[in-house]
């Protein structure tokens, strides 16, 4: 079975950070797409940051840009957020999902985890 499991979500004052995780197991996912979403509530999810398989190919939403950084480790099939100067529209719950080997849909999602930022 193949699963993508989120860590690392919590409260943080502004200006502080976190770093989420998300580990992928079932199958290896060195050759897939990872990304990171986040759903506010009574908002739309929306695209955060994703990092393709190849080395340094990353991109970022306006809104996180400077501040989020999207990592992976392909030997742990983990993937990571690192997540700088939080200010409370952060606040939502983050989605961690993958494309199949070499797809660009994404076909698995994690459950997610809630990260709240206070004012």
């Known amino acids: 079975q193949v699963q993508l499991v989120e860590s690392g979500g919590g409260l943080v004052q502004a200006g502080g950070s976190l770093r989420l995780s998300c580990a992928g197991s079932g199958r290896t996912f060195s050759t897939s797409i990872m990304g990171w979403f986040r759903q506010a509530p009574g908002k739309e999810r929306q695209f955060v940051a994703a990092?393709?398989?190849?080395?340094?190919?990353?991109s970022y939403a306006d809104s996180v840009k400077g501040r989020f950084t999207i990592s992976r480790e392909n030997a742990k099939n983990t993937v990571y957020l690192q997540m700088n100067s939080l200010k409370p529209e952060d606040t939502a719950v983050y989605y961690c999902a993958a494309t199949m080997p070499a797809g660009t849909r994404y076909d698995y999602w994690g459950q997610g985890t809630q990260v709240t930022v206070s004012a």
């Open positions: 990092i393709g398989w190849r080395a340094g190919v990353t």
